[in-house]
């Protein structure tokens, strides 16, 4: 019913940048929320970013001034660009996304497969 497709991670070098892309396809009525979470091995997983359907933006502390989060409505898109990106930056990136299913009355979050930044000399 609903697909979340990341792409654009890869390997990049330390104080290298990156740009994430999600897009949302399916049998949707509307996004009210969308966001990027990342897991590194051993780890739980971790909210990056995320970005209301409004605009407003939430950063966790780690990323702060290094990653901007934003979003293509019309699209049904989420991009993360990440600069001056660090070793402890390195995990699988998810896309999340809230939203409503066509038919439905209610939310649900839809999670993509994660895509793998590594940043590494």
């Known amino acids: 019913q609903v697909q979340l497709v990341e792409s654009g991670g890869g390997l990049v070098q330390p104080g290298g940048s990156l740009r994430l892309s999600c897009a949302a396809s399916?049998?949707?009525?509307?996004?009210?929320?969308m966001g990027w979470y990342r897991q590194a091995p051993g780890k739980q997983r971790d909210l990056v970013a995320e970005?209301?359907?409004?605009?407003?933006?939430r950063y966790a502390d780690s990323v702060k001034g290094r990653f901007t989060i934003s979003g293509d409505n019309a699209k049904n898109t989420v991009y993360l660009q990440m600069n001056s990106l660090k070793s402890e930056d390195t995990a699988v990136y998810y896309c999340?996304?809230?939203?409503?299913?066509?038919?439905?009355?209610?939310?649900?979050?839809?999670w993509g497969k994660g895509t793998l930044v590594t940043v590494s000399s």
């Open positions: 999340k996304a809230g939203l409503v299913v066509t038919g439905q009355t209610f939310g649900m979050d839809y």
């Open positions: 399916g049998s949707i009525l509307s996004i009210y929320i």
């Open positions: 970005i209301t359907r409004g605009g407003s933006t």
